[in-house]
């Protein structure tokens, strides 16, 4: 069985996740992205019409879908929600460690150094799209204050993905469960 490699739009998608993370948006060249993804100049403009701004908003929601996934993938066989924060910080721990784009919360840079206010808006509402799922999980498992436990959680957590970042060590991520006083922190 052979596997179709992905297509132009897909890889578009793929670079823009990556340099957007890696760079910023505005750190980020149309060439960096054409040249990531392979493509040529006016495929960018095919698939994204307003360009690299309609880029980043794909980018956006494919993103927050993985984040989506990876927090049901991180509660779903939970007893309770501090097992499910445990499992959460460690997957986002081995992201770090596996991807080097995965160094910098994809939060910071739709929130911070988005392309505009319209995009600025657009992540912030994935930013609670991620801290709903959150607090379904938590009411799910039968946290008290499922919704002020997924705010902080997610808090929390971009807090210490960008302290991860400065000191170049997965370690404050696994240590989330620890700050948040809901279980030990599995070490670094």
């Known amino acids: 069985m052979t596997t179709q490699p992905p297509d132009t739009r897909t890889r578009l998608i793929d670079a823009a996740i990556t340099l ?6 505005h750190g980020t060249s149309v060439a960096d992205l054409l040249a990531r993804a ?20 794909a980018a956006t929601d494919a993103t927050s879908d ?9 509660f779903d066989p939970a007893d309770d929600f501090d097992a499910g924060t445990l499992r959460l910080a460690e997957k986002f721990a081995r992201l770090f460690e596996r991807h080097p784009h995965w160094r910098t919360c994809p939060v910071q840079t739709l929130l911070l150094d988005g ?3 319209e ?8 930013l609670e799209r991620w801290i709903d ?16 436990a997924a705010r902080r959680l ?3 957590l971009i807090g210490v993905w960008t302290l991860a970042r400065a000191e170049d060590d997965p370690a404050p991520l696994r240590a989330l469960p620890a700050l948040l006083g809901t279980a030990p922190a599995t070490g670094g």
Do not use: N
């Open 115 to 117: 392309p505009s206010a």
């Open 20 to 25: 957007f993370q890696e760079r910023g948006y």
């Open 66 to 74: 993985l984040l989506l996934d990876i927090v049901a993938r991180a």
């Open 38 to 57: 392979g493509a040529p100049k006016g495929s960018l403009y095919h698939h994204f019409p307003q360009g690299k701004a309609d880029l980043a908003r």
């Open 133 to 148: 799922a959150t607090a379904r999980q938590a009411a799910r498992l039968g946290h008290p204050a499922p919704a002020e």
């Open 154 to 156: 997610w808090s929390m």
């Open 119 to 126: 995009g600025r808006a657009a992540g912030l509402a994935h």
